[in-house]
């Protein structure tokens, strides 16, 4: 039995892979190869492999990755951009850095993107769509796609923790123009800080996205546009190639603890949960986070504080709520709710049986009372 448990372990993970890790970082500070060398080729050919994809280009974030496609893309001033207000801040912060307009529409009960709502807000202005795959699960990205399709709109996911997850077979990141990934500690495949990478299907996208990461250079010799500072650093990439290896099996135990915390809280009225792992035919989750919905969201997450349960109530707040950041006022009624009742469980793979046992009893017992 156990009578504290973190939102996440990373030393836990450290302590597995501690080996691999400090032989990968001896070999890459005995090298001196620390920017675009062949460790950063090395991860973008695995990780196109493993999402089915034509390129992949390493960044130095997931939010450059949005943003660096965005500029790929043509994305700027007097564009709007159909997104979703219950995400975190980058996905619009950098459509406004592009100089375009974010526009809102409602959620659905698995925190994604309603797509039934897109054709409504389609204007004449509409450049793009950014489809967010919260959690660890994809959008309904068959209805994304054929609204794209009609009115001749860019689709970029922004996939940062939807990382293998897949919606009729297809790994999120491969419907789109671009899918952009985030490497930050807490996504499901991590770096020793930030990190990230975009997906693409075209050749042509990944090349302007090699240059506008490294200063706009195409050559050494040739600078070709005036481009940023945005490069996967060789040590982050070596660590991602190390962390592979092991992802498949990580996702497995995820989706395993998602099953057992099913198993433990699906019969309580006020606790609303996640679909279980098998539940739908046309999505395969990977739980990158297990977030829970509850009317007594605020009691629960100070009842668990004091069991010494880490817990987090991520995207509280509409991001339009924020008034400095000037978006606007919006009725979207589902992400109003949804805002004030979301909880995420601790959920890693490290996670032991008696943790998760701990975690169930816990939340059992604030029901109870």
């Known amino acids: 039995m156990t009578d504290s448990v973190r939102f996440v372990d990373l030393p836990k993970q450290y302590q597995d892979l501690r080996e691999e890790i400090q032989q990968c970082l001896y070999r890459v500070f005995s090298s001196g190869s620390f920017i675009l060398r062949q460790d950063v080729k ?30 790929a893309l043509g994305i700027g001033p007097g564009d709007e951009v159909i997104t979703v207000a219950h995400t975190f801040v980058a996905t619009v912060s950098t459509i406004v850095h592009c100089g375009a307009t974010p526009i809102f529409v409602d959620i659905g009960d698995d925190f994604n993107m309603d797509a039934n709502q897109l054709e409504a807000a389609v204007t004449p202005r509409t450049k793009a769509i950014v489809p967010v795959h919260l959690n660890g699960r994809t959008c309904d990205m068959d209805t994304v796609m054929q609204v794209a399709k009609q009115h001749n709109l860019v689709v970029i996911e922004d996939a940062a923790q939807a990382l293998c997850a897949s919606f009729g077979g297809r790994q999120a990141g491969s419907f789109g123009q671009a899918g952009c990934f985030s490497l930050h500690p807490l996504k499901l495949l991590s770096v020793a800080g930030d990190g990230g990478f975009v997906s693409t299907q075209d050749e042509g996208l990944a090349e302007t996205l090699r240059m506008l990461r490294d200063h706009g250079q195409k050559t050494k010799e040739e600078l070709v546009c005036f481009g940023y500072n945005s490069r996967l650093d060789n040590i982050h990439a070596a660590l991602a190639v190390v962390k592979m290896k092991h992802l498949p099996q990580w996702i497995d135990r995820r989706r395993a603890i998602a099953d057992h915390y099913h198993e433990g809280l699906h019969d309580i009225p006020a606790l609303w949960l996640p679909p279980p792992p098998d539940g739908e035919s046309q999505y395969r989750d990977v739980f990158n986070s297990f977030v829970v919905r509850t009317e007594r969201r605020d009691e629960l997450k100070q009842y668990l504080g004091e069991a010494d349960v880490e817990v987090y109530a991520h995207c509280a707040t509409p991001l339009y709520h924020h008034e400095r950041l000037n978006l606007g006022d919006w009725d979207l009624p589902k992400t109003e709710q949804i805002s004030q009742e979301v909880l995420s469980l601790p959920m890693y793979p490290e996670l032991t049986e008696a943790e998760q046992k701990y975690v169930i009893a816990q939340v059992r017992a604030f029901f109870a009372e």
């Open 42 to 71: 090395d991860f973008e050919v695995q990780m196109a492999d493993l999402l089915g994809v034509e390129a992949v280009v390493g960044v130095n974030s997931g939010t450059d990755a949005l943003f660096l496609s965005m500029r």
